[in-house]
Structure formats: C-alpha cells, structure tokens
Nanobody, 118 residues
Framework: QVQLVESGGGLVQAGASLRLSCAAS????????MGWFRQAPGKEREFVAR????????YYAYSVKGRFTISRDNAKNTVYLQMNSLKPEDTAVYYC???????????WGQGTQVTVSS
C-alpha cells in the first residue's frame, strides 16, 4: 500500500504563491507517475500537473502552465507543486495521486484546501 499526505494549502490573496507538498510512504515505487489534481465546489475534479518519478518529465494543464511547477525529491519521497501568480479561479481542494500510467491513478491523498481571494 501507498499513503499520500498533502500539506501546504491555505488562504492567500490573488498574485501570491503557495507550495504544496505530497509525502509518500509505504511501497512508493509502485507509483511511476505522481500527479496533482484539484476540485472546486460544484465542479468536476481536474488534472493540474504530473511528473515521472524516475525521469522527472513533467506535464501541465494549460490553465496552470507557466504559473505552476511540479517537482520531486526522490530521497524524501515527496512531490511538490509550486504555485505562483495565484488567481481566484485556482481555489479548490488539491489532491496528490500516484499511479503507474498517466491515465490511471491508484493512490490518492486526502486533499488540501487552497483559497485565493480577489
């Protein structure tokens, strides 16, 4: 089993930055891909960014490209999401997820709330 624990969410003003962390424990090498997703009230969960544990290859949703950066620290089994130039529309619960392919995520964290005020 793999456990994912997110942290770093909070309430910020538009234009501010936040860094989310996702600490993975357990049999973490089952996850070739780590991703960040978010879900705003009344909306479906959407993909934000993903990273390959081994190669470091990244991919972003168009809405966050250029503002968000996903990274990983293999030694700490932790994935980060640096969020800059935050907008009110970035307000959501952010989830960390792990899987073996970009299409299928098996393990999910509990989520961390990000609220951006205008």
């Amino acid at each position: 089993q793999v456990q994912l624990v997110e942290s770093g969410g909070g309430l910020v003003q538009a234009g501010a930055s936040l860094r989310l962390s996702c600490a993975a424990s357990g049999r973490t090498r089952r996850n070739a891909i780590m991703g960040w997703f978010r879900q705003a009230p009344g909306k479906e969960r959407e993909f934000v960014a993903r990273i390959n544990w081994d190669s470091g290859t990244t991919y972003y949703a168009y809405s966050v490209k250029g503002r968000f950066t996903i990274s990983r620290d293999n030694a700490k089994n932790t994935v980060y999401l640096q969020m800059n130039s935050l907008k009110p529309e970035d307000t959501a619960v952010y989830y960390c997820a792990g899987g073996n392919t970009p299409q299928v995520y098996v393990y999910w964290g509990q989520g961390t709330q990000v609220t951006v005020s205008s």
